[in-house]
């Protein structure tokens, strides 16, 4: 059974999601909270496996709560809430910890999926959020000090590039004439080089080092 933290300043949304969450057989809210401290305190407490996130909340939002819940030691999975196309704050999330994006107006079994992927430990990088992850990037005047990619053997770069621009393993191994099983080992790779918690992470390295370009 996963258990699940939902935090957002709206009842309404809290209750449409609770109603989805319970309904399915190997989900269930322990917990609810309507602000970033408060969601700090319970996921504390409660000790869920995921916690699904909003943005925008007054006061703690949900960047500095999800700083905050991560930085614990066995802290759970981050889910956050938003409304993709008008979140200026997806960077900052990503930053602090969060491993995946559930937008608001996703269907039903992709809510679901969603909290299942991430729950297992794995980020959620769909295409369809990559591409805006991408364009977000290109908004952003390059770090004053790029990350360093020291260690990194050219196909890791390779690779790591096409993480950047999105691509699964499949894709990956298509492209690059491997195996997907072998594509799968690359990635391993580059988690430990880079110390990196999952592939959202990779995603940001790939692009705070330049490897992926800026339009």
Same mark, same amino acid.
């Given at each position: ?25 190997? =989900?269930?809210?322990?917990? @609810? ?5 408060? +969601? *700090? /305190?319970?996921? &504390?407490?409660?000790?869920?496996? #995921? ?50 994006? =559930?937008?608001?107006?996703? @269907? ?5 999926? +969603? *909290? /299942?992927?991430? &729950?297992?430990?794995?980020?959620? #990088? ?90």
């Amino acid at each position: 059974m996963i258990r699940v933290l939902l935090v957002d300043d709206q009842p309404l949304v809290r209750a449409s999601l609770d109603m989805i969450i319970t309904d399915a057989p190997d =989900l269930t809210v322990v917990g @609810e909270a309507g602000t970033g401290a408060e +969601a *700090v /305190r319970l996921a &504390a407490e409660l000790r869920p496996d #995921i916690v699904v996130m909003d943005i925008r909340m007054p006061g703690m939002d949900g960047i500095e709560a999800t700083r905050h819940i991560t930085g614990r030691a066995d802290a759970p999975q981050v889910l956050v809430l938003t409304t993709f196309d008008q979140d200026e704050h997806v960077y900052g999330a990503l930053q602090a910890g969060a491993s995946g994006f =559930l937008v608001k107006d996703m @269907e039903l079994d992709d809510i679901l999926a +969603a *909290v /299942r992927v991430v &729950a297992a430990g794995n980020a959620l #990088i769909a295409p369809t959020v990559t591409r805006r992850l991408i364009a977000h990037f290109a908004r952003r005047p390059a770090p004053a000090a790029p990350a360093t990619l020291d260690g990194l053997t050219t196909r890791e770069r390779e690779i790591l590039t096409l993480v950047g621009l999105g691509r699964s393993n499949t894709e990956i191994a298509t492209e690059l004439h491997l195996t997907t099983a072998t594509a799968k080992t690359y990635i391993s790779r580059l988690l430990t080089k880079l110390d990196a918690r999952d592939r959202v992470q990779l995603v940001i390295t790939a692009y705070e080092s330049g490897l992926v370009g800026r339009s």
